[in-house]
């Protein structure tokens, strides 16, 4: 004891000695334009002694000994940059980085929780920055998917998407249903589809993680992971103004403004955009159809309390005003027209068909140097949106289907996670994190019973076989096969009074779903690097969920005769329930990766093995309780990524095969004369692809790529206990086999001040099916898109560009959707795919 006393007290007599034997480094990197550089790597002397730069491109040594070194910090796309520095205390030493002319300069991305160049993370990832999206005039989620071998989105309204990882589907808007493919904004999950939807504007970049992705982006990152990542405020001046105008009165205004109001302490950054143009789809009952209105804004504030510590302030806030979706029937043309859905319809609502949805987020992120190599994150967040759709779901002028969603959602989360990032030998993080959720979707239904009763035609049909069927003429003067009302009256039970009342002229009643999901998860991963040039990575995430699904139909005020043929009288679509009907169920889960990587000089091959969770179904009905089993997927890759000609040329490639079990399938159906938005356990799935992605500067200004995907996604034939499967060897919906981009971004100075840019691309897909069942008559044929930019940039600072811009320059036909409502009745509807947008557009930077 006595000899532990005297030790301690002789290491307190010397610690000031120590202490004054070492000191700090300190300083922001900044590339030659003025913008802070996170993920920039520092290094002493050549030694382990090193850090990262953070989030506001600032790094911290601490514990250097005194005396001279030479301090390097090196980041892809730029020369490295080396210094030497003589330690006496506190020093600070603030860094500018020079771009190198010869190089692609590379996109730095967080997918494994840390700033990486995405040539060294051993993960199937594209990912796209924020100059790329401007250039190539990317602002909504849909015309981003053109770009990203692998990914398909299908934007019907801002209150409908799909979102489309490797042939495999999330698009649900049933609150009791959970995402597949998860879309996160700076580390918050926003996968609830009614919200998913945001405008991209004055982003920092665009990450999309294909494959299980469980372990780092948590529950509903089944088969990928969207990440969505704003610029935030910095410590300078600058701000931008872009707008434009086109055909169908398309108007584009966005704006950035970017100040410090503290010097080195407190900034904040504004930006905005509006976006509107009329539908390209005429409505003869009234106004357009398939238009646009968006209007969002963005308060960013950073505030930095020390050298180790920032924090960043996000507030969202989205209101889209569109006008109705053109879902145009496939059997009734409207007067004086045809069935071709790019053609005008006739959907009797007329402007009170809308899509008008509120989006609100609000983030707080946290970041704090605990050492050279530790950090702790902390992400906080509250996340609200209220979305309403009017839509004519039969598609023609009948007052038959005028349905309304009314969906609202709220969700809370907070993760907190340390990070600990050593390039020679580990990096990694763990964490725990809380998410909650709580939502509902309101389905209420307006129409005229007469036209109801011919929808329902074939479901009385099927329940009583033996009834005739006769042509009527609908009040949109077409034919139709429906009852007589002898007919009528004769199926109806004894005990009915007669005669019946006359068929109502309007009929309302609705019914909804709610769903509350709570989350508990504890994470970790990380990479060991066993050779210089080998290294392993490994991970796995615990996560206990509590799911409610609930289910409700109001009983009408007055009775439907209709309702009695079906079986859900004094209701049509749902029989009532006298209150809310829910199922609480809980389960525990389990999602890991590991991941083998070979460096061979500036290339990387790998091999992984993964397994994603799809949580299960509570689905609560007025006819019964549907408790699907978790979704799981085990996924195998090959990857090889590099760089080569002295970085001028980025390849990446990846094969990958994927084994489904519980495959959950959904589809709107009519069953038991109830509609439904009906999920069943589809068995087990199977899909074989591959990608390839390329990137080459032809010269400093001047940039060209490519990139091809083939997803071979099918159901088995037979399940695992042999059974043979009702969707068995058919192709996964919204998925093509093949899909390819081509573009170039060419940039030809004439003088110092004054270039020219043209920057053409081109995207095809495949064949597609709208539904697993691969219904013959509901695909779209494979198509090409050509695209093209061109203008003149001129000046410096301030620097404008002029130009005009085409979108589907051949004006190409196609469809986005087909089959859904009406295709529960036998009357599929079908949207159209936007047709050519032209127009011009002036951007001042300064």
Aim: net charge positive.
């Amino acid at each position: 004891m006595r000899n532990v006393l005297l030790f301690s007290l002789f290491v307190l007599l010397l610690s000031p000695a120590w202490g004054q034997n070492t000191g700090t480094i300190t300083g922001t990197v900044r590339s030659a334009s003025g913008e802070t550089m996170p993920g920039v790597s520092i290094v002493l002397d050549n030694s382990r002694l090193g850090t990262v730069t953070d989030e506001s491109g600032r790094y911290l040594l601490r514990s250097v000994p005194t005396g001279p070194h030479t301090l390097q910090a090196s980041f892809v796309g730029f020369q490295t940059f080396r210094q030497s520095i003589v330690i006496n205390g506190n020093e600070r030493l603030d860094i500018t980085l020079t771009d190198n002319p010869t190089q692609l300069g590379e996109v730095i991305v967080s997918t494994q929780k840390r700033a990486e160049s995405i040539l060294d993370v051993p993960i199937a990832i594209a990912a796209v920055d924020g100059n790329f999206l401007k250039r190539q005039r990317i602002q909504e989620l849909d015309v981003l998917a053109n770009y990203i071998p692998g990914l398909q989105v299908q934007l019907q309204s801002p209150n409908n998407p799909g979102f489309v990882i490797r042939g495999v589907t999330s698009d649900e808007g049933d609150a009791r249903s959970q995402a597949r493919v998860s879309v996160f904004q700076d580390g918050v999950q926003i996968s609830r589809s009614r919200g998913a939807v945001v405008e991209l504007f004055d982003m920092e970049r665009v990450e999309v993680a294909k494959g299980p992705q469980g372990t780092l982006f948590g529950r509903g990152a089944q088969i990928g992971a969207i990440h969505l990542i704003q610029n935030k405020a910095r410590n300078n001046q600058a701000g931008e103004v872009l707008l434009s105008y086109g055909n169908y009165n398309a108007l584009y205004a966005q704006g950035v403004i970017n100040q410090p109001l503290v010097k080195d302490k407190f900034f904040v950054r504004l930006a905005g955009v509006a976006s509107k143009r009329d539908g390209f789809i005429e409505n003869l009952s009234g106004g357009t159809l398939n238009g646009k209105g968006t209007y969002a804004g963005r308060l960013a504030l950073r505030y930095l309390p020390g050298t180790r510590s920032t924090l960043d302030l996000l507030v969202n806030y989205q209101y889209d005003d569109y006008p109705g979706t053109s879902f145009k029937s496939g059997r009734y043309a409207p007067r004086g027209g045809d069935t071709n859905p790019n053609t005008f319809a006739d959907l009797e609502q007329g402007t009170n068909l809308f899509t008008r949805r509120k989006v609100l987020g609000t983030t707080l992120l946290w970041n704090q140097q605990l050492s050279n190599r530790l950090t702790l994150n902390s992400i906080s967040a509250f996340r609200w949106f209220d979305s309403h759709e009017n839509f004519d779901a039969d598609g023609t002028v009948a007052p038959a289907l005028f349905l309304r969603e009314l969906a609202i959602g709220r969700q809370w989360s907070q993760e907190f996670r340390l990070n600990y990032q050593n390039e020679n030998r580990f990096s990694g993080f763990a964490g725990l994190s809380f998410f909650t959720e709580d939502g509902s979707q309101r389905l209420p239904l307006i129409a005229d019973e007469r036209s109801l009763l011919a929808l329902y035609t074939t479901a009385i049909s099927r329940l009583v076989p033996s009834v005739p069927l006769v042509p009527i003429v609908l009040p949109d003067g077409s034919a139709n096969l429906s009852l007589t009302s002898a007919l009528l009256n004769s199926l109806l039970p004894s005990q009915v009074p007669r005669p019946l009342p006359p068929l109502k002229t309007r009929h309302e009643e609705d019914f909804a779903n709610f769903g509350k999901n709570t989350a508990y998860e504890v994470f970790a991963d990380g990479t060991y690097q066993l050779t210089p040039r080998l290294s392993v990575s490994a991970g796995i995430r615990g996560t206990y969920d509590v799911q409610t699904g609930g289910f409700q139909a109001d009983q009408v005020a007055v009775p439907s005769v209709i309702g009695l043929l079906v079986g859900n009288f004094p209701n049509v679509l749902n029989r009532p329930t006298r209150g809310i009907h829910s199922v609480t169920k809980d389960y525990f889960s389990a999602v890991g990766r590991l991941v083998v990587d070979y460096k061979i000089g500036s290339q990387k091959a790998y091999a992984s093995l993964s397994r994603g969770r799809r949580p299960g179904v509570i689905q609560v009905s007025a006819i019964d309780t549907i408790l699907l089993r978790p979704e799981t997927v085990i996924s195998y890759e090959l990857g090889y990524k590099g760089a080569t000609l002295a970085n001028r040329l980025q390849y990446d490639l990846a094969v990958y095969y994927y084994d489904w079990n519980n495959f959950q399938s959904t589809s709107i159906v009519l069953q038991q004369g109830q509609l439904r938005a009906l999920s069943t356990d589809a068995g087990s799935a199977r899909s074989l692809g591959t990608e390839v992605g390329l990137r080459y500067n032809v010269f400093r200004t001047s940039l060209l790529y490519g990139s091809y995907s083939y997803i071979d996604g099918k159901f088995d034939d037979y399940d695992k206990e042999g059974r043979r499967q009702e969707f068995g060897g058919n192709r996964f919906r919204l998925t093509p086999m093949h899909q390819m981009a081509l573009g170039a971004d060419l940039n030809f100075p004439v003088q110092s001040r004054y270039s020219i840019y043209v920057r053409p691309n081109y995207t095809y897909k495949s064949k597609v099916y709208f539904e697993n069942s691969n219904q013959p008559d509901l695909i779209q044929d494979g198509y090409g898109l050509v695209n093209l930019n061109a203008g003149v940039e001129l000046g410096t600072k301030p620097r404008m560009m002029v130009g005009f811009y085409s979108k589907n320059l051949l004006n190409e036909q196609y469809i986005i959707d087909a089959g859904n409502t009406g295709n529960a009745f036998g009357i599929p509807t079908f949207i159209a795919g936007p047709p050519r947008f032209v127009g011009a557009e002036v951007r001042i930077t300064f």
